[in-house]
């Protein structure tokens, strides 16, 4: 019973360097997106409690997530993870240009005015890039 429980927890440390990082990478992608969008989405949505935001910049986060969930699955190391980890950050400010300049050119000015679907497209396009991130790193 012992071994059994000791084998449980053998990778312990190993969970907690990797989740200990992921969540540093999610605050580093929650600032480089935050800079690289031209509105304030905390200001939106802490403040003016726009719906709009909190659904875009929320999918935003979780098709990082997802993608960063693919790179932990898939690496061969910890630089190899965080190698990946920044490749994902990428394609998620890639999926925001995406949107923005080709099809919703006036995106930031309608997650402003609060437009849900507005923040539901943001949403549904940062979760395709991030599950399509995730699927790409399993080659």
Not at 23 to 43: G, Q, R, S, Y
Not at 57 to 71: D, E, Q
Not at 115 to 130: H, I, T
């Amino acid at each position: 019973m012992t071994d059994t429980i000791l084998e449980s927890i053998a990778g312990l440390a190993n969970f907690g360097i990797y989740f200990v990082i992921s969540i540093l990478m999610l605050f580093v992608f929650k600032f480089i997106f935050t800079a690289i969008t031209p509105h304030d989405e905390w200001l939106l949505v802490k403040e003016e409690k726009n719906v709009a935001a909190a659904i875009g910049f929320g999918g935003s986060m979780v098709g990082f997530s997802i993608a960063l969930a693919g790179a932990v699955s898939n690496s061969a190391n910890l630089i190899d993870f965080v190698v990946w980890g920044i490749v994902a950050i990428v394609a998620q400010g890639l999926a925001f240009a995406l949107l923005r300049f080709t099809f919703m050119p006036r995106i930031v000015k309608r997650i402003e005015d609060n437009e849900v679907s507005a923040g539901v497209m943001l949403a549904a396009m940062s979760l395709s890039v991030g599950l399509l991130n995730a699927a790409c790193m399993s080659w």
